[in-house]
Structures are given as structure tokens and as C-alpha cells.
């Protein structure tokens, strides 16, 4: 098995210099699809293959825990000059270390001109990045899982017919307790951002896209198939989801999966 501690320093290669090698280790209608998307904003530094695995009773195969313990997807493999081979879990840990060497186009400026280095001498812009880098697994996809969950109680495949009178009520409980207020809360949160997007930009984090709009894709695309929030509620919201939908390296992202894996593709959790 690779190494799985934190990962080490790679140099960026020179010209001329064999790239490295990144696996992604994909599960079908998984979060690992911003992954690729992120990998091809980065397939002039690196070379990439993307290995398939198809889910059994909704959960990953036995061998991604062969890749990772924790057998999650996304989750890449690097192959570093000497031999080694580190593995690397987690969307956002991913997400920065792709970025740190082979995207740094994809992450705002961090300090103010002459503020290098000073607390609170960050730009509006780096600090959003970083905020939605977190935000998106650590408490958007959080509610929106609970959500999930809670349908699936309602009315999924595994609650008896017979029974969803019953769950129903649960259902809607939890709802009016505590659900409806907290997915509000977020899709509001969400919609002010983008109004007030530094630059008058038409991304969360500024005028230009950014590795923490393609972190935020996977929550918000996956939300909009299931019609989780309201496009007339949130107008500016359903706008930005579905401009990073036509981002087109995200839907190059699309047909390079479809061509590799043979599934249709589709954008849930
Ligand atoms: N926070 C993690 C979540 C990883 C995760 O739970 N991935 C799901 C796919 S969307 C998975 O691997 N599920 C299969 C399983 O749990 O067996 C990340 O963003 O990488």
C-alpha cells in the first residue's frame, strides 16, 4: 500500500523532465468527479490516468482499501521521482496539494500589495478561497447528506411501503425542527455571497474560477439534480450552478469519464 502520511515536498517538474503520475481512484457518482475536473486544469504538468470502481450496495469496492484505509473516493495516487508513491484522501487535501504544484493559477493572490505576511493583509478574494475550500465538505455537504439521509427515511428504497405513513411524519419533523431552517440558512448565505462577490465577480471567490468553486461544484450541481434548493428563491445561486455546469473543462471532465468508465454520467451524491 502507498504511503498515507502527509504528503512530502515534490518539485514541479523541470521542462523537459518526466511528469508525474497521478491516479484517480474514481467510484461512480462520487464527489471524485471534481477531481478529474481539477486534474485536467492540470494535464500540462502532469500525466493522468483515472482508475474505475462501480459501487456495491452503494458503498466502495474492497479494493480502494487497498489504495486508502478508508477506501473513500476521491482519493489519487502519486508516483514521485525515487520511487515513491504517496496516496492522498480527502476532496479539499487533494485539491490544495494539486494546486500548490501543478494549478497555482487556481488560487487568489493572498496578501494585499505591501501586506505580505501581515495578519489580516489577506485579500478578500484568498480568504473566501479558503473559506470555501473547508466550507464545502465541512458543512455544506454535512446538511446536504442529513437531507439525503432524511429523503431516503421518507421514502427510500429501504423503508418498507407499509411504513411510510409513519416515516413520513418523522420526516417532515425533522424538516420543520430543524432542516428547512438549516438549508435556508446556507442557500441564503450562499446567494449574498455571490451578490457581493469581490471584483463584482460571477464566481464566490472573485471574477475569475478558482480550485474552491470547483470544490463547491460537486455540493451544488448534486443539490440542483435533486431540486434541494429553489431557482426562484435563489436565483443567483441557480446561476453561478449552473455556469460552473458549462464551465467547459467540467464538461470535459464529463466526457473523458463517460468515455473511460462506459457509465452515463450523473451528477449525485
Ligand atoms: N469528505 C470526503 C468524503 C469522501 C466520501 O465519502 N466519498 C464517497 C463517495 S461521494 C465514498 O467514497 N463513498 C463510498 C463508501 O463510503 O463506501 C471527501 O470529500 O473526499
Keep these: 500500500m502507498a504511503e498515507t502520511t502527509a504528503p512530502v515536498e515534490v518539485a514541479a517538474p523541470a521542462a523537459g523532465v518526466e511528469k508525474p503520475k497521478i491516479i484517480l481512484h474514481w467510484l461512480e457518482t462520487s464527489r471524485a468527479q471534481r477531481i478529474l475536473w481539477l486534474l485536467l486544469e492540470c494535464k500540462d504538468k502532469i500525466d493522468y490516468d483515472i482508475e474505475v470502481y462501480k459501487r456495491i450496495n452503494m458503498l466502495a469496492p474492497p479494493s480502494l482499501k487497498a489504495v486508502h484505509p478508508l477506501a473513500k473516493s476521491p482519493t489519487i495516487t502519486i508516483d514521485v521521482p525515487g520511487g515513491k508513491r504517496l496516496a492522498i484522501a480527502e476532496s479539499g487535501t487533494i485539491t490544495e496539494y494539486l494546486v500548490k504544484y501543478f494549478a497555482p493559477h487556481l488560487e487568489p493572490k493572498q496578501y494585499e500589495e505591501g501586506k505580505e505576511g501581515q495578519l489580516g493583509g489577506e485579500t478578500a478574494e484568498w480568504l473566501r478561497y479558503r473559506f470555501y475550500m473547508h466550507y464545502a465538505e465541512g458543512s455544506l455537504m454535512t446538511i446536504l447528506i442529513l437531507a439525503l439521509v432524511i429523503e431516503n427515511i421518507r421514502s427510500g428504497p429501504a423503508t418498507p411501503v407499509i411504513a411510510r405513513p409513519i416515516t413520513r411524519i418523522i420526516a417532515g419533523k425533522v424538516y420543520a425542527m430543524f432542516l428547512t431552517k438549516a438549508l435556508d440558512d446556507h ?4 446567494e449574498e455571497q455571490l451578490k457581493t462577490s469581490p471584483g463584482g465577480g460571477k ?38 450552478t449552473e455556469r460552473l455546469e458549462h464551465e467547459p473543462v467540467y464538461l470535459q471532465s464529463i466526457s473523458v469519464i463517460e468515455e473511460k468508465s462506459g457509465y452515463a454520467f450523473q451528477a449525485s451524491m
Aim: no cysteine; charged share 10%.
Design 187 to 190: 442557500f441564503s448565505y450562499l
Design 203 to 240: 464566481y464566490l471567490t472573485g471574477v475569475s474560477l478558482t480550485a474552491a468553486d470547483i470544490m463547491m461544484s460537486f455540493p451544488l450541481i448534486s443539490a440542483k439534480a435533486r431540486n434541494v434548493f429553489s431557482s426562484t428563491k435563489y436565483p443567483t445561486l441557480a446561476a453561478y
